[in-house]
């Protein structure tokens, strides 16, 4: 096989796979009456126009970014997350109660507590589920979901209760539950004047660096990737699979509460209700979307913040509801990992092939 | 779709080839067998025979060739056209549904019994009591598949072949999990079958294939090398043929070590999966620098020992006296730390982690340990510089050290377990069923090994079924029945029928 054409084949399938999934995205926005052509390329290019609004796309990366990393670590170990939306609302929440409770602390003491108390409250969120498949192999599915419930009514509890916002029960504020606004010493800088952009951006990519060396250049790592990769294998290697499961599961919870203690102390400056908005479950598209690897879900969340930027722009610009591009999202998802399959099967490419070479080829030829 | 009830007068494979990415699988290979012969194909591990036969299953399409039943051209696209069509495999990897009992796993093939709303599991019943009857071949239809030992599921094969009305039948390496008796018997049992069907089969064990074939043919690298009647060749003409050089496995000839007791099992009581003692009392001692070979058909509490010891498994009682420290109950991390090595039974899925490369597979139980790693730092160099060398001294076939360990072939897989746990340097080396499916040139290879290791003064338990191998290696020898030592022979007292006799439960040779 040629390397030409092993190229050829790849770009092709690419090709045939983005048709297609424009094709299918192109059918449904036409049943609803939108103008396809337009639509697509505000998704696709409107929020790249403008530095503005790069950074915006950025800014929705960060929190991906820091929730995918954790998720890739659990799945690596063979424990699967679906609890990063509770773990990050419990992040918020440990983060808001440091800057509450101590505002007056200097920002060099302040910032480092908070972000820790936000992981911390996090990796307590991800050792339940951790714990109870250890001990009484309870199924992570179900613990993780079930906690993102309680996570969300403690994370209302807390900002209808004990952290509202005095103005917003006197005066009727906003009319929507949050704290009020936190302490200056736990603001993250905004780096580039006149945009939101933060250095919560280089805490993600530091993060993405520690994920890759502990998961590939540390014993610990190397244990957690045997257990998930072969737990029967890793058992009879010595390697306790539980315990490293646990560790897995608090690793992940923390991560998603640094994604929340980020994200409050970058963007929002306090903690409001809503405000994980799906990050925890888009982390997993992410993280899978990124082959589990730091290096591929760095470019993948900065994808997904595209797609959640478009969505917002075309509801605005072209009037295509954002829901509409929530289904577009879910076609391109598909289409990409069943892409990715295509591409991983050899069988396939050989048999492309010997096809391609009988066309090319004159048969005499080949009998000669 | 119904089978067949056609008898099958011949069966005919024309120049067929398959090619698999980066490797011609088969290369140009025609057979015949005719009416109630038996061909015996033979080869080395990956010389194709695997392929060939999942090609007349209908499991891979051929690339090119055909194939031939009673001299019509038949194309197989799926395994159904090949079972229509009356032939019927035994794989060498049992494809059974582990989480369903044998009686629902013959139910899924079994036709005869489904109706649109009803599965009549009663009638598969009767169908299984009756073909087990017929060809003494008894399994327990309501066990469950994971709790069966290899040696079992083998025989759920066979049944379940049988069962579903195989006219043809392909047996892939049949006898691998079977006493001396019972080959003799599925020897008889097959040959007598010849009057109704035709039989391929594929083994290692040349001496079978001289007592059972018709015709032999003999593949290496895919191709066919040989073809001939079997009464004209002997067994080690058809070894030089298959391997292109003579092999002569090694023998242990030297006098009954007397060294110190290493590991003593005291009164050993243990649960198998299912929950009833796999172990029952169980007592043994070994030696260092002595090799006492486990013999017995699978699933008499080989498993269950082996993981005991290993800290895999839950001792009810007893004591595992290893140098005098008691390893009941110790995690699988103490009995490494203590000296233990263990080549375990299920090489792809416990000995290595399929889709770690070669030299993490080769640290696999010394990642932390300070040659391999600093303040949790993996040391790259020490661990590549491990794994070359490992590769040269122990001889693994692979491309680099960096490619997934699960990619390699049974016999190389083996080589990289064998590498990790001989040169970890263990005070003792359980081996379980260390040659299984593997050609000859990686057993001898493994075998000298052992020997090496025995004469360093390592003690060795080696769990096996072949007799060959347990009286080529062993000082001593301890069979092992339903989860005791039945009995405990030296070397020299030893013969193939003694021990036959004692792995079918006779503790007494007279009563024979």
New interface residues.
């Given amino acids: 096989m040629t390397k030409k054409f092993k190229i050829l084949y790849k770009v092709s399938i690419i090709i045939l796979a983005i048709m297609a999934a424009m094709l299918l995205g192109a059918i449904i926005l036409w049943t609803i009456g939108a103008d396809v052509a337009k639509t697509y390329m505000v998704i696709l290019f409107e929020p790249l126009k403008t530095s503005l609004q790069i950074t915006e796309v950025l800014i929705r990366a960060i929190p991906l970014t820091i929730i995918a990393l954790g998720i890739s670590v659990a799945y690596r170990s063979g424990i699967i997350n679906i609890g990063a939306e509770g773990q990050m609302a419990m992040g918020i929440l440990g983060t808001t109660a440091i800057a509450l409770l101590f505002p007056t602390l200097p920002k060099p003491v302040l910032l480092p507590m908070a972000v820790l108390s936000g992981a911390l409250c996090g990796a307590f969120w991800g050792f339940i589920p951790g714990i109870l498949k250890a001990k009484l192999q309870v199924s992570e599915l179900l613990s993780t979901v079930m906690l993102n419930y309680i996570a969300a009514q403690f994370y209302t509890f807390f900002l209808r209760g004990p952290m509202l916002d005095p103005a917003e029960s006197t005066l009727g504020g906003s009319g929507t539950p949050q704290s009020m606004r936190l302490t200056k010493n736990i603001w993250l800088d905004r780096f580039i004047p006149g945009t939101r952009l933060h250095t919560g951006i280089f805490f993600a990519i530091f993060l993405a660096i520690i994920i890759y060396l502990l998961l590939w250049k540390t014993s610990t790592g190397m244990k957690m990737r045997a257990a998930g990769a072969s737990a029967r294998a890793a058992r009879y290697g010595g390697i306790s699979v539980t315990w490293y499961l646990v560790i897995a599961m608090a690793i992940s919870g923390a991560f998603a509460g640094m994604a929340g203690a980020i994200e409050i102390a970058g963007v929002h400056r306090r903690a409001i209700e809503g405000i994980t908005g799906g990050y925890g479950f888009s982390g997993i598209v992410v993280a899978l979307f990124g082959g589990l690897h730091p290096a591929g879900i760095i470019p993948a969340a900065f994808f997904f913040g595209l797609l959640i930027v478009g969505a917002d722009m075309t509801q605005r610009l072209v009037g295509v509801p954002a829901n509409m591009v929530n289904v577009l999202q879910g076609i391109i998802i598909l289409v990409i990992v069943s892409t990715k399959m295509v591409l991983a099967d050899p069988y396939l490419m050989e048999k492309v092939w010997r096809r391609y070479q009988k066309l090319t080829n004159p048969p005499k030829e080949v009998e000669a | 779709m119904e089978v067949t009830t056609k008898k099958i007068t011949s069966l005919r494979v024309e120049h067929i080839t398959k090619?698999?990415?980066g490797v011609l699988a088969s290369d140009d290979i025609s057979l015949s067998i005719g009416e109630g012969e038996i061909l015996a194909l033979v080869g080395e591990n990956g010389a194709g025979k695997t392929t060939l036969m999942n090609i007349l299953m209908g499991l891979y399409q051929p690339?090119e060739g055909r194939i031939l039943i009673n001299g019509e051209e038949v194309r197989f696209r799926s395994p159904n056209d090949a079972f229509a069509a009356g032939l019927g495999m035994v794989h060498q990897q049992y494809m059974l549904v582990p989480n369903m009992t044998v009686l629902e796993n013959i139910a899924l093939g079994y036709k005869q019994a489904w109706s649109p709303f009803k599965l009549d599991l009663g009638k598969v019943r009767e169908r299984i009591e009756e073909i087990s009857k017929k060809y003494g071949l008894f399994v327990d239809p309501d066990a469950f598949i994971w709790q069966l030992s290899v040696g079992e599921q083998q025989r759920v094969e066979l049944v379940k072949t049988l069962c579903l009305g195989a006219k043809f039948l392909i047996l892939d390496e049949p006898t691998s999990a079977l006493t001396p008796q019972e080959t003799d018997e599925l020897i008889v049992l097959l040959k007598r079958m010849t009057s109704e069907l035709s039989i391929i089969f594929i083994s290692h064990k040349l001496q079978e294939v001289k007592d059972l074939s018709n015709t032999i043919t003999i593949l290496r690298h895919g191709s066919v090398v040989f073809q001939g009647n079997t009464t004209d060749h002997s067994p080690s003409d058809i070894a030089a043929l298959m391997t292109g050089h003579e092999v002569e496995l090694p023998h242990n000839d030297e006098p009954p070590c007397e060294g110190a007791i290493a590991l003593n099992i005291k009164n050993l009581h243990v649960k198998s999966d299912r929950g009833f003692l796999a172990l029952n009392n169980l007592n043994l001692s070994i030696r260092s620098g002595e090799i006492v070979g486990l013999a017995g058909v699978s699933g008499n509490g080989q498993r269950e020992l082996a993981e005991a010891i290993?800290g895999?498994r839950k001792v009810e009682g007893g004591e595992i006296l290893f140098y005098g420290e008691d390893l009941a109950n110790k995690?699988?991390?103490h009995?490494?730390?203590a000296g233990m090595g263990?080549i375990?039974e299920?090489r792809n899925?416990?000995?290595?982690?399929?889709?770690?490369s070669i030299k993490?597979n080769l640290i696999?139980?010394d990642?932390?340990h300070p040659e391999?790693?600093k303040h949790?730092?993996?040391r790259n160099k020490e661990i590549e510089t491990n794994a070359t060398d490992l590769r040269v001294k122990f001889d693994i076939r692979s491309p680099n050290i960096a490619v997934a360990a699960g990619s390699l072939s049974g016999g190389n897989i083996q080589k990289v377990i064998l590498a990790r746990e001989i040169s970890r340097k263990p005070k003792f080396l359980i081996a379980v069923y260390p040659i299984r499916g593997l050609d000859l040139g990686a057993a001898e290879f493994i075998h000298r090994q052992l020997l090496e290791k025995r004469k360093e003064g390592i003690g060795i338990l080696l769990v096996s079924e072949e007799l060959d191998e347990i009286l080529d290696l062993s000082d001593r020898i301890a069979v092992i029945f339903k989860g005791q030592i039945q009995k405990i022979l030296d070397r020299k007292d030893a013969t193939r029928r003694s021990l036959g006799i004692l792995m079918a439960g006779v503790k007494d040779d007279q009563e024979i």
Avoid: M, Q
Avoid at chain 2, 349 to 356: N, R
């Fill in positions: 090619r698999f990415p690339d290993n895999l995690s699988p991390h009995v490494i730390e263990y375990p299920e899925t416990e000995g290595i982690v399929p889709s770690f993490e696999l139980k990642a932390s391999f790693s949790t730092f993996l």
